[in-house]
């Protein structure tokens, strides 16, 4: 498998990186991992956005849906005509809250245009994937995904507090992409999101090979985290960057 972190930034786009997303590709397959906003423009960098065989949304936060109104754009108006519809799978209502924040009346929405389809906890396949879904500790319906391939994964925990299923969805995972917003001892609102030694005590629970921070907001210190990460786990951590690719 081939990830590539097209966006990174938590809560709103950094100077650096736009909000949530992540391009994972196997055989020929190419699926996205979240659209928040800047993110349609940067995966233009990385994949023809026609040929990107799926979606999947851990949440309905701006900061990781929101480019999908973009993305209808892209694809209703295309010059050579709208493409086939491509499965985006979500949270319960994912259809209603994209045409809510289009402004666009909720039948059809945006239904002619995506597959919308409703993640429960569970597995199921998608393209070369095997799909892991976990329900995680955050204020709205959150998911983590696993994706598994020829013998490999990646864990992407999505926002999330401290969180049981996670590290279970996480065993022995080859790569763990985990979100660390907070800093330790300045957050203290709780199952919202994890902060660096959080992530790490989760990747050690988990027994996880590699560990890669991400969704770390403009006002929160990377290298903080990362520090307080390794005290925490023993393995190698990355704090995830734009750009950054990842072969497992």
Not at 122 to 134: N, T, W
Not at 177 to 193: F, K, N, P, Q, S
Not at 205 to 220: F, Y
């Amino acid at each position: 498998m081939k990830l590539t972190v097209v966006g990174c930034s938590g809560s709103f786009p950094s100077a650096d990186s736009p909000c949530s997303s992540y391009l994972v590709e196997a055989d020929g397959y190419r699926l996205v991992l979240d659209l928040g906003n800047g993110a349609l423009g940067a995966l233009q960098k990385y994949a023809d956005i026609y040929q990107v065989d799926a979606v999947l949304l851990s949440h309905l936060h701006a900061d990781h849906c929101v480019d999908l109104c973009a993305y209808w754009v892209a694809r209703n108006y295309r010059a050579e005509g709208c493409p086939d519809p491509m499965p985006v799978y979500g949270p319960a209502g994912t259809a209603e809250r994209l045409a809510r924040a289009y402004d666009m009346p909720e039948n059809p929405g945006m239904k002619e245009v995506f597959d919308f389809r409703t993640l429960t906890p569970g597995s199921f396949d998608l393209g070369p994937f095997r799909i892991g879904v976990a329900q995680v500790n955050h204020p709205v319906d959150a998911f983590a995904f696993r994706i598994e391939h020829a013998g490999r994964s990646l864990v992407y925990s999505g926002d999330t507090g401290e969180s049981a299923e996670l590290v279970e969805l996480a065993r022995d995972t080859d790569l763990f992409l985990c979100e660390a917003a907070y800093i330790d001892g300045r957050d203290t609102y709780r199952a919202v999101h994890l902060n660096g030694r959080e992530a790490g005590e989760h990747a050690t629970a988990a027994g996880a090979r590699r560990l890669v921070l991400t969704h770390i907001p403009p006002w929160t210190d990377a290298e903080r985290n990362r520090r307080d990460a390794e005290a925490a786990y023993a393995g190698p951590v990355d704090v995830a960057r734009a750009g950054a690719v990842y072969r497992i």
